[in-house]
């Protein structure tokens, strides 16, 4: 293969980087030349393994020809048609797959291009069912510490991960935080505490609190992700689902991580039988190949809305240029129909206590802290540096890269999700690289 030179680091001056330390990066930048499968190749033609499966939205592997082809296809086709008072089959085709996938009674998705974009949304969404019910009072969110809900000023303001928001003070007022559900005690817990359920009693504590009828929605990601995969106690998600019927609260799942598969079933609503009333998802929809995201709604909400504007005129006010894209339908409805074919929903249940057995084979080394994990993604946590909270974990990152492992790391614990056509040989290859890195520090 080609080996792409180094650009001068002159030549990585003018991208600002998302999430990244800009200067130490391009001082020593990891480039991705090619990827394929399970694989990355970086920019002196060296393999790694992918063990995030991208930002856990390669589900299906990288290199997907059907979804280039169809994008390609589509391309050629219709590149471009305005969502607004208009559309396309494809944004409609894809909206039937995807309620084909969701809990019942969901079948109405909005389209957007991100997950940050899909939480924006639901707060809109969420808003508007109020006020169309005439609920306008219902001013307050409850979200959760250690929450990650994109980056939009929205999702900004139902930070739970403090380095996300504290530099951004001016977020939406009257959010109100859960207390998060990790405990120590719980250390090396595989699967669902069985401890914990108690915590969602802090929702009832708010509606005493504040008065139940000022409370909007409730948001959550049922296994939360991007702090470190903390995995739901048992009984946790039945009783916020509880409270909220009992106080005519919204339950909003983001599903941005864990839909499409990755808990095993198409979404964690169905693997935890607990039926929310909107559903977030963007990451695995087009197998990471175009930027989408989609909001699902219970089918009242869609009623409630639109029935509470005059005939003949626009019920919700929202909407992107790229909304329900052209191409990226066609990668979306490419992606959907290999998970099928594939059986890859299926295949993520079968891998996951193999997966699962070779993550917590790392729990012997002494710098674990903590091993978490359920389906397909696993949280491995590291010891801090003392005093020196995610330098570790940076410095893991890193070297992972070079040993030949992509690992995406939050702080200092490494979020390991493979892809579903991952095989067995495969995650040894993840873990035995993270071993044989955590040994090297
Ligand atoms: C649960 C959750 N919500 C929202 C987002 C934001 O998605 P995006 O980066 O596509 O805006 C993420 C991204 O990691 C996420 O994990």
Redesign the pocket.
């Known amino acids: 293969m080609n080996v792409v030179k180094p650009l001068s680091n002159q030549a990585y001056e003018a991208q600002w980087m998302p999430f990244t330390a800009n200067r130490e990066f391009k001082a020593s930048p990891r480039l991705v030349q090619r990827s394929e499968g399970v694989r990355l190749w970086n920019q002196n033609g060296e393999p790694l393994i992918d063990g995030s499966s991208g ?2 939205n390669v589900a299906a592997g990288h290199g997907r020809k059907e979804i280039a082809e169809a994008v390609y296809r589509q391309m050629l086709e219709n590149d471009y048609t305005p969502p607004f008072q208009m559309g396309h089959p494809g944004a409609f085709a894809l909206a039937d797959k995807v309620a084909e996938l969701l809990p019942e009674p969901m079948n109405h998705v909005f389209f957007v291009n ?6 924006d949304t639901a707060l809109k969404m969420v808003m508007a069912y109020h006020r169309a019910r005439g609920e306008s009072q219902r001013l307050r969110f409850v979200s959760r510490e250690r ?6 000023m929205g ?1 900004t303001s139902l930070a739970g991960m403090v380095r996300n928001r504290e530099t951004f003070p001016v977020v939406m007022p009257n959010v109100v935080m859960l207390r998060h559900t990790w405990d120590e005690a719980q250390a090396f817990t595989r699967g669902q505490p069985e401890t914990g359920a108690e915590l969602a009693d802090d929702l009832q504590r708010f509606c005493e609190a504040y008065g139940a009828g000022t409370i909007a929605a409730v948001f959550v ?1 049922p296994i ?3 702090t470190g995969v903390l995995v739901p106690p048992k009984g946790y998600l039945e009783r916020l689902r509880a409270i909220c019927d009992r106080h005519g609260i919204l339950l909003v799942f ?5 839909g499409f598969g990755r808990t095993g079933k198409a979404f964690a609503a169905q693997t935890f039988g607990v039926t929310p009333d909107i559903i ?1 998802m ?2 695995a929809i087009t197998n990471g190949a175009i ?1 989408m ?1 989609a909001v699902a709604a219970r089918d009242e909400i869609y009623e409630t809305i639109t029935g509470a504007a005059p005939e003949n005129a626009i019920e919700f006010f929202h909407g992107y240029t790229y909304s329900g894209h052209p191409a990226a339908c066609a990668a979306g409805l490419a992606t959907l129909e290999i998970y099928e074919r594939e059986g890859l929903f299926e295949k993520a249940a079968e891998l996951s206590p193999y997966f699962l057995d070779a993550i917590w084979s790392l729990k012997d080394l002494d710098v674990v802290r903590d091993l978490r994990g359920h389906g397909l993604i696993a949280g491995v946590e590291v010891h801090p540096e003392p005093g020196k909270p995610g330098l570790r974990g940076n410095e893991l990152q890193k070297r992972l890269f070079w040993n030949g492992c992509h690992v995406k790391w939050t702080g200092d614990t490494a979020i390991v999700a493979p892809s579903f056509v991952a095989t067995r040989a495969d995650v040894d290859e993840i873990v035995g690289c993270i071993r044989k890195t955590i040994e090297s520090v």
Do not use: Q, R
């Open positions: 930002l856990f991100s997950g940050s974009e899909a939480i929450a990650y809900h994109g980056v939009n999702g990601e939360a992700g991007s983001d599903e941005v991580i864990t977030t963007a990451k930027p995201g």
